[in-house]
């Protein structure tokens, strides 16, 4: 099991990419902290499942756009596991990834990028400040961020959530730089369109046709795809990679 023992926190949990992360760090020997915002019963059925395959999590509600909410919950989380040794950064304001409900560039407020930059980076920010000072103590730890194929190939223009995802790969790297003295890693997973998703639940079969013709493994992501790339970064065969950014998109991004 790569993740034995491992403190592993993960946001936005409930449902999607963050539930297929959560299932699969238990799966190899984690104890995985289940954060979500609002869907206390979706979040607990992740952790029912976790636990009848074998595995230990606990769900933990934290709107991770608060501060004070969080330095409750990772202080809540030292205090019953004595660490953290990991947090994926998977949460986001809610996104729906529908081409012909979206904002044009000349349809956006500011207050559309302050929405999405809010639930990607001020949330990571969040997360890392609060976690940081125990990795540092530990002089290990690994911080995964959750950011998009669109930031490199922006095949729908989605300008608010794009530019979120971008901020985010830029506070990864700046903190790689920095945290990387203390033992602590820092990398993001960028996914291409993620199905079935509650963002990509709307996204037409003509753009998701579109996109497979573009893709050289002819597919879309599945959460299970993306949850691969993320314990990779989380177990020590990545322990000397930092600051890096892994397309998990079937070759759609090649760089």
Not at 68 to 80: R, Y
Request: proline share 4%; aromatic share 8%.
């Amino acid at each position: 099991m790569i993740l034995k023992d491992k403190i592993i926190l993960v946001t936005g949990a409930s449902r999607g990419i963050g539930a297929a992360v959560a299932k699969k760090a238990a799966s190899e020997g984690a104890f995985v902290i289940v954060n979500y915002l609002r869907n206390e019963q979706l979040a607990g059925q992740v952790v029912s499942e976790i636990e009848a395959n074998g595995g230990q999590a606990a769900p933990l509600q934290a709107d991770v756009r608060d501060e004070v909410q969080v330095e409750e919950m990772i202080n809540q989380i030292i205090d019953s596991f004595g660490g953290i040794d990991v947090v994926v950064n998977n949460a986001l304001n809610h996104y729906t990834f529908n081409p012909k409900t979206r904002k044009t560039a000349w349809e956006l407020e500011w207050a559309d990028y302050d929405q999405q930059i809010a639930g990607s980076l001020q949330g990571a920010f969040h997360i890392c400040k609060a976690a940081m000072p125990y990795m540092k103590q530990q002089m290990s730890g690994r911080i995964i961020n959750i950011v998009s194929n669109l930031i490199d190939f922006p095949v729908v223009p989605y300008h608010d959530y794009s530019t979120a995802k971008m901020a985010l790969l830029g506070y990864t790297r700046n903190l790689a730089k920095e945290l990387g003295a203390f033992g602590i890693t820092v990398n993001a997973v960028s996914p291409g369109l993620t199905y079935p998703t509650d963002s990509s639940s709307e996204t037409k079969e003509d753009v998701r046709e579109m996109i497979i013709g573009l893709t050289p493994m002819h597919r879309l992501a599945m959460p299970e795809d993306i949850a691969g790339a993320v314990l990779f970064l989380a177990s020590d065969w990545a322990s000397f990679i930092t600051g890096q950014c892994i397309n998990v998109d079937g070759g759609l991004v090649m760089n």
